[in-house]
């Protein structure tokens, strides 16, 4: 996985690299198993393993720490795209180094548009691993592709807000660490369009604040983090509460999905680069009618074409990230909607095939590969589905 020679870094973005690229090969991948399997447990299902908190420990130590953010990392989003694909080779991978989302997207919105109040609150606890966050949006009831459909409540009353409606996948909200939430939901709707719809900090304490069950992912319940569906129930905040303003959820949402959606591409990268490596393993190590799998068309065919769709997906998501660091998030609107058309395809592809050559270990627990594929499916969802972008990206190409 080495670091791409058409994209400028700093040297300091090489060391970082270096420094990842050996933590997780020494420290995260050796420990996967074990973080993963403690919460295998009925009565250890929703806590945390003490020793995914240990790596955390050590990383942060080591200044391997909220990478993803610029203003604190100095790092430029082609920079941390490198890192982020190395910590994506591991579900727990990003976790270890306060990387992981939702947390990111949610102290980006604080350090871009929160208050001072409200950054001393939670973005500085968020900063230091203390707690976790979760970014309520998407909802049962209505179609959430379109992001206009957003019907959660939200009124002024008096000195409060009082939010009343339902989220669903929301992830993180299930973690015993979530203790705030980014509310997205409606405060007029007579507003124009995309100025009908506000974010509110809401404390996952608060009353009314309901987890009425967590979802699956094709029966995997990713605990302890997990992805919820929650009620809101008269829920009162504080008016100071509202993030930037009302009506500029939009606004917001844009700002935090645009890297956003760099750092989920090219962490999905990073999980297709290691099915690749155990594709090529397997294919090697097993022999059927008398040959090993490798000497077989169908699997150098599988091969191939995955190496050359992996490089494709980096190379055009490498090419968004500069552009955002070029010109911003709107600049480079053009670029992150392919790259979420297709890397999440992309890793699904790789997967797959890896899955294939394994035979039945490939669905089964005895590797990676199932919940990695069943986490890049999801993603052809998460941040719009891929029809949202194709349809977006036509538009451009009209224009």
């Known amino acids: 996985m080495a670091m791409s020679p ?4 700093s040297e300091r973005a090489i060391l970082l690299h270096a420094q990842i690229q050996e933590f997780m090969h020494t420290q995260v991948l050796p420990a996967e198993a074990e973080i993963i399997g403690f919460n295998a447990p009925i ?5 945390i393993s003490p020793k995914l908190e240990a790596l955390k420990s050590q990383a942060k130590a080591l200044g391997l720490w909220n990478l993803f953010l610029p203003a604190v990392s100095k790092l430029s989003n082609v920079e941390y795209a490198e890192l982020a694909e190395l910590m994506g080779q591991s579900e727990i991978g990003s976790e270890v180094f306060n990387c992981s989302a939702p947390d990111t997207g949610n102290m980006e919105v604080l350090h871009l548009f929160g208050s001072e109040a409200q950054k001393q609150r939670w973005l500085t606890p968020l900063l230091a691993g203390e707690i976790r966050s979760a970014f309520g949006m998407t909802e049962p009831d209505v179609a959430s592709s379109d ?3 957003i019907r959660c409540d939200i009124r002024q009353d008096g000195s409060d807000w009082v939010i009343n409606g ?3 996948w929301t992830s993180g909200a299930m973690d015993p660490r979530c203790e705030i939430l980014i509310v997205m939901g409606q405060t007029s709707a007579d507003a124009p369009v995309h100025q009908r719809q506000s974010m509110l900090l809401v ?3 608060t009353a009314g604040v309901t987890i009425k069950r967590a979802l699956s992912v094709f029966g995997y319940d990713d605990a302890p983090h997990g992805h919820a569906e929650l009620h809101f129930d008269n829920v009162r905040v504080p008016l100071d509460s509202l993030i930037l303003g009302a009506g500029r959820g939009f606004e917001i949402a844009q700002a935090r999905l645009g890297p956003g959606r760099i750092h989920h591409c090219m962490r999905l990268i990073g999980l297709a680069e290691r099915a690749l490596a155990l594709m090529v393993q397997r294919a090697k190590s097993r022999v059927v009618f008398g040959r090993p799998i490798a000497e077989h068309g169908m699997a150098q065919h599988a091969i191939a074409l995955s190496r050359v769709e992996i490089d494709q997906a980096r190379l055009l998501t490498l090419h ?3 552009q955002i660091d070029q010109g911003g998030a709107k600049f480079a609107k053009r670029a992150i909607a392919m790259i979420k058309i297709v890397a999440p395809s992309m890793a699904c592809k790789v997967i797959d095939r890896a899955i294939q050559i394994h035979g039945g270990a490939g669905v089964s627990q005895d590797t990676f590969l199932a919940h990695a594929y069943a986490a890049a499916r999801s993603l052809r969802l998460a941040d ?3 029809e949202v972008h194709l349809a977006s990206l036509a538009k451009m190409e009209c224009r």
Do not use: E, S, V
């Open 43 to 47: 009565a250890q299902r929703w806590q």
């Open 166 to 168: 339902k989220k669903w």
């Open 147 to 149: 992001a206009t459909n």
């Open 384 to 386: 719009g589905p891929d």
């Open 320 to 322: 968004a990230a500069a």
């Open 6 to 9: 058409l994209f400028p870094r």
């Open 203 to 205: 404390p996952m304490q």
